[in-house]
């Protein structure tokens, strides 16, 4: 039995088909691979925010986190968007507890270094994971909200891309990025391709050069840290795709592979 981390980007949540979560209740009953979802929401904080009329902004793919957006955050995240996750996966016959990083300590987390700018973002130090493996024990699939609590009690926004590499870390477990997108794209002769595979090297390249921007960031970031810490294996696939996460599953190429060694075209 592997586990295997689905991350579900909030650029897909909304739209994400009922297939797609069949096949997460499949994977589990499986047996062979069992899943444990971290959701984001970054789009529904976004739109709250707006209907707020509280100005939000994002550096490097990260956003800015007052007390007031803080409060937004852990509504959206730990209230709506957990509780949809959960009810997409009881509605197609699965079994799943939703909870967020703050609950159990499951999430333990510190300001990030560059807290200066970004107000409350953390940085996840230690993921409770006995708590995970314990729902995984009952019978449940686990669907986790990026939320971190530190000292104090504070609470933290965590990118959802980073809480998701952190559990896969705990888990030494697959890590998969479900997003809007086929893969990591480059422009080659005027049109947009996907890569198979992208090593370490490249990908700090391409922030450098900018075809890697805004959310895309964290992902490769948490990706490679992931790598270098004994993550098996790392995948950013579309989850609009028709079987895409059990093609995954399979060896299948789907969407980009990220791995730290260089990579022969
Ligand atoms: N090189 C790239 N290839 C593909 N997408 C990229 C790239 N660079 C930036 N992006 C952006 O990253 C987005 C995915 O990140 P994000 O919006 O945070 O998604 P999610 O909510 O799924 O985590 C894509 O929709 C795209 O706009
Ligand atoms: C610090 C930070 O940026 N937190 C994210 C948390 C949600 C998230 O990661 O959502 P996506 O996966 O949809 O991007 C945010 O506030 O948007």
Request: proline share 3%.
């Amino acid at each position: 039995m592997k586990y295997l981390v689905i991350k579900c980007g909030g650029s897909v949540l909304d739209n994400l088909p009922r297939s797609f979560f069949e096949d997460v209740v499949k994977m589990h009953e499986s047996g062979e691979w069992t899943p444990i979802i971290v959701h984001g929401g970054g789009p529904l904080i976004t739109s709250l925010l707006k209907s707020l009329n509280v100005e939000t902004e994002f550096v490097n793919g990260l956003r800015v986190t007052d007390h007031q957006v803080l409060d937004v955050v852990e509504m959206v995240l730990s209230g709506s968007v957990n509780k949809q996750v959960v009810r997409n996966i009881v509605e197609v016959g699965g079994n799943a507890i939703g909870i967020s990083g703050v609950d159990g300590g499951l999430l333990k987390a510190i300001p990030t270094e560059h807290a200066k700018t970004l107000g409350f973002v953390g940085d996840v130090i230690e993921v409770n994971h006995t708590i995970i493996e314990g729902i995984i024990k009952q019978g449940y699939i686990p669907v986790i909200s990026p939320v971190g609590i530190g000292s104090g009690g504070q609470r933290y926004n965590i990118n959802g891309d980073i809480a998701a590499s952190a559990v896969a870390k705990a888990l030494e477990a697959n890590l998969c990025f479900i997003s809007d997108i086929p893969g990591i794209l480059v422009e080659k002769n005027g049109a947009k391709t996907k890569l198979d595979k992208v090593s370490k090297v490249i990908i700090e390249e391409m922030i450098h050069n900018q075809t890697i921007y805004g959310g895309m960031i964290p992902k490769v970031k948490a990706a490679i840290d992931g790598l270098v810490h004994n993550i098996p294996e790392v995948g950013i696939i579309n989850g609009f795709e028709k079987n895409s996460l059990i093609d995954y599953t399979n060896g299948k190429t789907v969407g980009t592979k990220i791995v730290l060694e260089e990579v022969i075209a």
